[in-house]
C-alpha cells in the first residue's frame, strides 16, 4: 500500500498520457487533437522530471566550497540530467505544435473546416 | 579535418539548411544545398572507407572497424558519442547517397509540383531533414537519438506539405503523419526514459554493458521499455498494423519528396529497431521477454499480403507503390525477425536494395507527373510509347521489386528464403514467394496499361523528360541492377553488420 | 582461339545482333544482314567447339560471382552442346524465314522483333551453356521476359491477353517453385554446381527429395508439363517465326533441357532409379503425352494443334529423364533434337500457309497441296518425323524411348508411346491427306501454283530436310550421349 500511494507520480504520468491518448484518437476537432497530443507528451516530461528527484536531494547546484573542503559531496543531489533533457523535449514539443497548427491553419483555407470527419466527407467526394 | 569527418557529415547540412532559408534566390539555393548533398556524400564515402575498407581488407571481405567521436572533447558516457560501424556506415552511404542523388533531380521536378515561393523553404527543410537522418545513423546516444528523430520527423511533415499546390490532400495526409509521427516519437521517448532510469546512462554502449551485467534485476522495466520502444519505432517504420500514415503521406507529398523519404526514412527506423534490439538491449534479453521474433514474423507477414492486395486495387500510381514500400517493410522485418546472420544480412541488404528500386521508381513517376501532370493509372495510356526511357526505367524497377534476377531485389529475395530454408521454415520461405506474385500482378498491371493501350483521344502530346530528371532515374535505376550482379559491396557489408549486430566473432 | 573467348563470343555474339537491330532500326536490309551474319557466325563458333567436347572435353569460363559461392559460370557438356548446335543451327534458318514472312506480311516493329530475338537467343544458349543451376536459372527468367514482348507483338488485345497468360504461368511457376528448390537444393547440398551423378547424394531424407523433384518438374514452367501447360497455345497469338523457334524449338527446349540437367547433375541417375523417386513424374508425363494428343485432336486452328502437339512431344523427353536409365536419358536427348527440326518444319509450313493464304484452320486447308505443294510436301516430312517413322530422326528416338521404358520394367509406357504414335498420325496426317487429294473448297479443281515466299521456302525446306539427315546421324548421337546417361 504504501509503494503504491507513493509512486503517485507515475499514476498521475498515466493518468495524463491516457487522457491526451484518449483526446487525440476520440476528439474530431483538428485543435483539440493537437491539445490531446500536448498533454500526451507532458505526461512524459512530468515521467522524466520525477524520475529525477531523489529524496531529500537538493537542488543540483554544486556548494563549491563546501564540497572542495570535505573531498566529496556532502550533499545528495537530485539529478540535473532529466530535467535539461526534458527542456530539448519540450522545445521539440513546441515545435511540433507549431507546425501542427500551421497546418491547421492550411487546412482550414483549403477545406472550410478543421472537423475531421467533414474533411474525411469532402476527400471521399472528390 | 579527417577526425572531425563524423560531426562534418551532421553538421555541414545543418548549417547549409538556414543559409538557404537566407539565401532567397532560387537557383543560388539549389545550387548551394545540392553542393552540399554531394559534399556530404563524399564524406560518408570517406568514413566508409575508414570504417570498412580498411587494414589491408578488400572488396570480399570487409573490415569492421568502430570510429568514434567525442562531441565537445567530453569523454563518454558523460559526452555524446557519436559511434560510426559498419551498420551505421552503410546507411550513412545509402541515406547521403540518395539524398544527393534525388536532390540533383528536384530543380526541374519542384518546379512543377511546389509554389516557387516555397522552393527556398523546401531546400532548408530538405536538408534539415537529411542532417537529422545522418545524425540518427551516427549517434551513439539515446537521447541524441530522439533527438535527430524528431528533426527528421518535423522537417519531414514540412515537406510533405508542400505537395498542396497539387492536391489539398497533402496537407491532411501530412497533419495525420504528425500526429501519428508523434506518438511514436512520444513512445519511443518514454522507453528511453525507463531504459534510463534503471541503468543511469544514456550512451548506448555503456546500456548495454549496463544492462547485460545486471539485466534480470530490471526485467520488468525492461520489458515496458522494450514495449514501447517497439511499437514507437513500429510506427515510424510503418510496419503492419501501424502503417496507416505511409499510403496518404506518399502519395500526396511532391514527388522528390516522396522519392526521398520512401527510400530513407523508413530505412532509418528499422536501422533504430536494429540498434536497439541487437546492439542496446542484447537479443538474448529482448528476446527472452517479448516475443519479438514470433511477433515480427507474423505481423510483417500479414503486411506483406494485406499491403500487395492492397496495392492491386490503387488507380494512384504512387499510392499503390507506397503500398508496395509496406509489403517491402514487411519484408526487412521478417529477415530482422528471422534473428540469424543469414535474416540479418537479408534485410540489411535490402535496406540498399529497396532504397535504390523505390527511389528509381518514385523519380520515374516524378518524371510522368511532370510531363503528364497527373499519376492516375488511367492518364497513363500508352505513355510507354510516348515517355520510352522513363517507362523502361520504371519498368527495371518493376522488375526489381518482384525480384527478377540480375536486380537487385532478386538478391534480397535469395538470401531471404535462404535464410528461412536454414530454419527449415519453408512455409515462410513459399510465403515470401508467393508475396512476389502479388507484386508481379500490380507491376505488370502498370506495365500492361502503358505499353499495350493508345493514348486517349484528348490527351496532349507529350515527349520524353527532360534529361536532367532522367539522369538520376537511371542512376539509381541502374544502381540496382549492378547491385543485382556485383554483390561482394552490398551483401559483404551486411555481413559484416549482421555477424557484428548478433556478436558473432569471425 | 581459346575455347574461353569461343564461350564468351558464343554468348556475344546474339546480343550483337540484338543491338545492331536496334541501332540500324530503320534501315531493314543491313539489320537483317547482320543478324544474318550474327547468325551465321554463332553456328560456326558453336560448331567449332563441338568436336572438343564431344570426345571428352570439357571446356568452360566462369565470368564473376554474383553472391558468395554462387556465380555466372559455363561449361559445355554433350547434351547443352547438343542443345547450343540447335539453336544456333536453327536460329539461322530461322532468321532466313523470318525475312520471308514479316516482309510478306509487313509487320510492324521488325526491328523491335530482330532485337528481341537475339537477346531471346543470348538466353538460350546461356542456358545451354550453363555450370550450375545458378545461372541456368537467371538465363531462364530473361528467357521469359525476352520472348514477352515477342508473344505480344501484334499488340491487340489478344495479343495482350495471350501474353498475360504466358507470363503469368512461366513466371509464377518459376518464382514459386523452381526458385524454391533452387534455393532449397543451395541450402542442402552448399553448392549449386551441375556434377555428374548429382549433389544431393545422401543430402536429404526420401520425401524431401521426392518434394524437391516435383519442385523443379512443375517450377519448369517451360517444359510445359500439365497443368502448367496453357501458356503454350496461349503463346500462340504471336507470328509465326516467334512460335515456330521460340516455341517449337528454343522456349521449349530450355525448359526440358533444365528438367534433363536437374535429373543428370542435380540429382544424378542413380539416386532417382534407386530409389524409384521419379516414378510420379513418369505418370504425370505420360498423362500430359496422352492429354495434350487427345486435345490436339480438337483444335482446328492449325497453331493451336500444333501447339498441344508441342506439349505432348515434351512430355516425351520428360518422360525420358523421368525413367533415369541410360536409353531414356540417350533417347530423351535425341528427341529435343528431333523434335526441334519435326516441328519447326510443321510451324513454317504453318506460317507459309497462313502468309499465303490467310488461312488458319485446319478445314480451310483442302487442296493446299495443289496450290503449295512445295510446302505441303515439307509438312508431310515434318509430320513423318514427328510421329517417328523411319526413315526420319523421329524414329530413333521414340525407339530408344521405348528400350528405356522397357528397361526399367515399365510397359505401360511403352504402350503410352505407342497409342500416343496413333494418335500423332490422328492429328496430323489428315492435314496432309486433305491438302492433297482433295480439291479446294473453292476455286478451280487444278489451281495455280502459289508458293510461300523464297526466304521461306528455303528455310522449311532445310528443316525438313534436316529430320532425314538427322536418322542417319542418331548413331553419333548416341555415341556422344552415353557417357553422361551411363554416369
Known amino acids: 500500500m504504501n509503494t503504491v500511494l507513493s509512486l503517485y507520480n507515475y499514476w498521475i504520468v498515466i493518468f495524463l498520457m491516457m487522457t491526451g491518448f484518449y483526446i487525440v484518437i476520440a476528439r474530431q476537432n483538428l485543435v483539440k487533437k493537437v491539445i490531446g497530443l500536448n498533454i500526451f507528451q507532458i505526461s512524459v516530461f512530468l515521467l522524466y522530471i520525477t524520475m529525477g528527484k531523489i529524496e531529500n536531494g537538493t537542488a543540483p547546484i554544486l556548494l563549491l566550497e563546501k564540497d572542495l573542503q570535505a573531498g566529496e559531496p556532502s550533499q545528495v543531489y537530485s539529478n540535473p540530467l532529466p530535467s535539461v533533457l526534458i527542456l530539448t523535449a519540450i522545445v521539440v514539443g513546441v515545435a511540433t505544435t507549431a507546425l501542427a497548427l500551421a497546418l491547421i491553419v492550411r487546412i482550414r483555407e483549403a477545406y472550410g473546416t478543421i472537423e475531421e470527419h467533414e474533411i474525411l466527407e469532402q476527400d471521399l467526394e472528390s | 579535418m579527417e577526425q572531425h569527418l563524423p560531426v562534418l557529415a551532421i553538421v555541414v547540412p545543418l548549417i547549409a539548411a538556414p543559409l538557404c532559408v537566407l539565401i532567397r534566390q532560387r537557383t543560388l539555393v539549389f545550387g548551394t544545398a545540392i553542393t552540399v548533398c554531394w559534399a556530404t556524400f563524399a564524406m560518408t564515402v570517406l568514413l566508409l572507407l575508414r570504417v570498412v575498407y580498411c587494414d589491408g581488407s578488400d572488396l570480399i571481405t570487409p573490415a569492421a572497424n568502430v570510429v568514434t567521436y567525442q562531441m565537445g572533447g567530453w569523454l563518454a558516457p558523460w559526452g555524446i558519442e557519436y559511434r560510426i560501424d559498419s551498420l551505421s556506415v552503410f546507411m550513412l552511404v545509402i541515406v547521403s547517397g540518395i539524398g544527393a542523388v534525388v536532390l540533383s533531380y528536384a530543380p526541374l521536378s519542384s518546379a512543377r509540383e ?49 505537395g498542396a499546390r497539387q492536391s489539398r490532400k497533402a496537407l491532411t495526409a501530412a497533419f495525420q503523419y504528425l500526429v501519428m509521427g508523434t506518438i511514436g516519437a512520444t513512445f519511443i521517448l518514454i522507453g528511453i526514459g525507463l531504459l534510463y532510469q534503471v541503468t543511469g546512462t544514456l550512451n548506448m554502449a555503456d546500456m548495454s554493458s549496463r544492462l547485460s551485467e545486471n539485466g534480470e534485476v530490471f526485467n520488468k522495466v525492461v520489458l515496458v521499455a522494450l514495449a514501447f520502444l517497439t511499437v514507437g519505432v513500429s510506427l515510424k517504420m510503418a510496419l503492419f498494423p501501424l502503417h496507416a500514415w505511409l499510403p496518404g503521406a506518399y502519395a500526396y507529398a511532391p514527388s522528390v519528396v516522396t522519392a526521398f523519404l520512401a527510400a530513407t526514412a523508413t530505412k532509418v527506423s528499422v536501422y533504430i529497431l536494429l540498434r536497439l534490439v541487437f ?120 522488375l526489381g521489386l518482384i525480384g527478377v534476377p540480375t536486380t537487385a531485389g532478386f538478391i534480397s529475395k535469395w538470401y531471404l528464403v535462404s535464410a528461412a530454408l536454414e530454419k527449415d521454415w519453408w512455409p515462410v520461405a513459399g510465403l515470401i514467394l508467393i508475396g512476389s506474385l502479388l507484386t508481379l500482378i500490380y507491376v505488370w498491371r502498370v506495365v500492361e496499361i502503358a505499353y499495350f493501350q493508345s493514348p486517349v483521344e484528348s490527351a496532349e502530346p507529350v515527349t520524353e523528360a527532360p534529361l536532367a530528371m532522367l539522369v538520376p532515374t537511371w542512376i539509381l535505376i541502374g544502381a540496382s541492377l549492378f547491385f543485382g550482379l556485383q554483390t561482394s559491396f552490398s551483401v559483404g557489408v551486411a555481413r559484416r553488420a549482421a555477424e557484428m549486430l548478433l556478436g558473432v566473432v569471425s | 582461339m581459346t575455347d574461353e573467348i569461343t564461350i564468351k563470343l558464343a554468348l556475344a555474339l546474339p546480343l550483337m545482333a540484338a543491338v545492331t537491330a536496334g541501332l540500324f532500326a530503320r534501315r531493314p536490309n543491313v539489320r537483317e544482314l547482320f543478324t544474318l551474319i550474327a547468325a551465321g557466325a554463332l553456328l560456326v563458333v558453336v560448331t567449332s567447339l563441338a568436336p572438343g567436347v564431344f570426345s571428352g572435353d570439357r571446356p568452360g569460363v566462369t565470368l564473376f560471382s554474383v553472391m558468395p559461392g554462387l556465380s555466372i559460370a559455363f561449361e559445355l557438356e554433350p547434351l547443352g552442346m547438343l542443345f547450343a548446335l540447335i539453336a544456333a543451327g536453327l536460329w539461322l534458318v530461322t532468321t532466313c524465314y523470318s525475312i520471308g514472312y514479316m516482309r510478306a506480311h509487313n509487320e510492324d516493329h521488325q526491328a523491335r522483333f530482330y532485337a528481341c530475338f537475339g537477346v531471346a537467343i543470348f538466353a538460350a544458349i546461356g542456358a545451354a551453356m550453363s555450370q550450375n543451376m545458378f545461372t541456368l536459372f537467371i538465363f531462364y527468367e530473361v528467357l521469359t521476359l525476352s520472348t514477352y514482348p515477342l508473344v505480344t507483338h501484334h499488340g491487340t488485345e489478344a495479343a495482350r491477353k495471350g501474353g498475360r497468360v504466358y507470363l503469368g504461368i512461366l513466371l509464377f511457376t518459376s518464382i514459386a517453385f523452381l526458385l524454391f528448390a533452387v534455393v532449397w537444393t543451395w541450402n542442402l547440398a552448399g553448392t549449386l554446381d551441375f556434377k555428374p551423378g548429382g549433389i544431393l547424394q545422401g543430402k536429404a531424407s526420401d520425401g524431401v527429395l521426392l518434394v524437391l523433384l516435383g519442385l523443379y518438374a512443375f517450377g519448369t514452367g517451360k517444359a510445359a508439363l500439365m497443368p502448367f501447360h496453357r501458356w503454350l497455345p496461349a503463346a500462340m497469338v504471336a507470328p509465326t517465326p516467334v512460335s515456330a523457334l521460340l516455341h517449337a524449338v528454343a522456349v521449349v527446349k530450355v525448359g526440358v533441357f533444365t528438367v534433363m540437367k536437374v535429373v543428370l547433375y542435380i540429382f544424378g541417375t542413380d539416386l532417382l532409379a534407386s530409389k524409384g523417386l521419379s516414378v510420379p513424374l513418369m505418370y504425370l508425363a505420360a498423362a500430359t503425352i496422352l492429354i495434350a494428343s487427345l486435345v490436339a485432336l480438337t483444335k482446328d486452328n492449325l497453331k493451336a494443334r500444333l501447339a498441344y502437339s508441342t506439349v505432348s512431344q515434351l512430355s516425351y523427353i520428360v518422360l525420358g529423364a523421368a525413367l533415369a536409365n541410360a536409353s531414356g536419358i540417350i533417347g530423351g536427348s535425341m528427341h529435343i533434337a528431333m523434335h526441334a527440326f519435326g516441328k519447326i518444319t510443321l510451324f513454317f509450313c504453318a506460317g507459309a500457309i497462313y502468309v499465303t493464304t490467310h488461312k488458319t484452320e485446319v478445314s480451310q486447308l483442302r487442296g493446299i497441296g495443289r496450290t503449295m505443294p512445295i510446302t505441303t510436301f515439307a509438312f508431310l516430312l515434318g509430320t513423318l518425323s514427328v510421329i517417328g517413322l523411319p526413315p526420319f530422326g523421329g524414329f530413333w528416338s521414340k525407339w530408344y524411348l521405348a528400350l528405356g521404358a522397357a528397361e526399367a520394367g515399365h510397359g505401360l509406357f511403352v504402350a503410352v508411346l505407342m497409342i500416343s504414335s496413333l494418335l500423332n498420325i490422328a492429328y496430323l496426317m489428315p492435314i496432309v491427306a486433305r491438302g492433297f487429294f482433295l480439291p479446294p473448297a473453292e476455286g478451280p479443281e487444278r489451281p495455280a501454283i502459289n508458293e510461300a515466299p523464297l526466304f521461306c521456302l528455303l528455310a522449311l525446306c532445310i528443316t525438313a530436310i534436316g529430320g532425314v539427315v538427322l536418322f542417319f546421324l542418331a548413331d553419333k548421337m548416341v555415341q556422344v550421349l552415353i557417357p553422361i546417361a551411363q554416369n
Open chain 2, 114 to 162: 511546389i509554389h516557387r515561393e516555397q522552393h527556398y523553404l523546401f531546400c532548408a527543410a530538405y536538408l534539415l531533414c537529411m542532417a537529422g537522418l545522418l545524425g540518427i545513423l551516427v549517434t551513439g546516444d539515446l537521447f541524441n537519438l530522439f533527438v535527430f528523430l524528431e528533426i527528421s520527423s518535423l522537417s519531414s511533415y514540412a515537406l510533405i506539405s508542400l
Open chain 2, 279 to 398: 546492439t542496446v538491449i542484447r537479443p538474448e534479453l529482448a528476446l527472452q521477454l517479448v516475443p519479438l521474433d514470433k511477433g515480427l514474423m507474423l505481423l510483417s507477414l500479414i503486411g506483406i499480403f494485406v499491403a500487395s492486395t492492397a496495392a492491386i486495387y490503387q488507380k494512384n500510381i504512387k499510392r499503390m507503390l507506397a503500398y508496395s514500400s509496406v509489403a517491402q517493410i514487411g519484408y526487412i522485418a521478417l529477415g530482422i525477425s528471422l534473428a540469424s546472420v543469414s535474416g540479418l544480412t537479408a534485410a540489411i541488404v535490402h535496406l540498399l536494395n529497396h532504397a535504390m528500386i523505390k527511389g528509381g521508381l518514385f523519380l520515374a513517376m516524378g518524371c510522368i507527373a511532370y510531363r503528364l501532370g497527373s499519376v492516375e493509372i488511367d492518364d497513363l495510356r500508352g505513355i510507354g510509347r510516348r515517355m520510352p526511357v522513363t517507362m523502361f526505367a520504371w519498368l527495371l524497377g518493376g
